[in-house]
């Protein structure tokens, strides 16, 4: 199972709740999503993003950029370095703490959430409606997918 998140834009009021993060329990690392900004459609949506190319889900366009970066894991993370070894060379990629709490997931203070190596950091990204770099991201405590 996997958590969602919320996005808005301080400046223009252009949002999207329910984001799908991670995978589903019966899905495997190629069925990974993240929310992607899609320069095509001007949306942000959750698109598979161990596919190459990674696509936009809702128009099919290549022009995405994933939100937030590539972090390595910490060892503030929720997570034994054993176990997260382990998945990791198995191909199933970092496991994330079940807790519906996202906040928990993060190493550092400014960090809003984390799946795996990936990151969702507390500051502004590029608005895909307005361009403006005031998009953030909130996350849905208990509101899981599968």
Known sequence: MGPTINVECGDCGYAEDG????????GDRDDEVWPVSCA?????????INRTPVVCAKCGSPDVTALGRVAPWSPAD???LADY?????????????????????ASTANEKFRW???????????????GAPELRAATRPGLLFD
């Open 19 to 26: 984001l799908a993060v991670g995978r589903g329990m019966a």
């Open 40 to 48: 095509q459609c001007k949306a942000v949506v959750s698109s598979k």
């Open 78 to 80: 929720p997570v034994s």
């Open 85 to 105: 070894t382990r998945r990791r060379r198995s191909g199933r990629g970092a496991p994330p703490s079940l807790d519906p709490n996202a906040k928990l997931h």
């Open 116 to 130: 795996g190596d990936r990151v969702i950091k507390d500051e502004p990204y590029r608005c895909p409606r307005c």
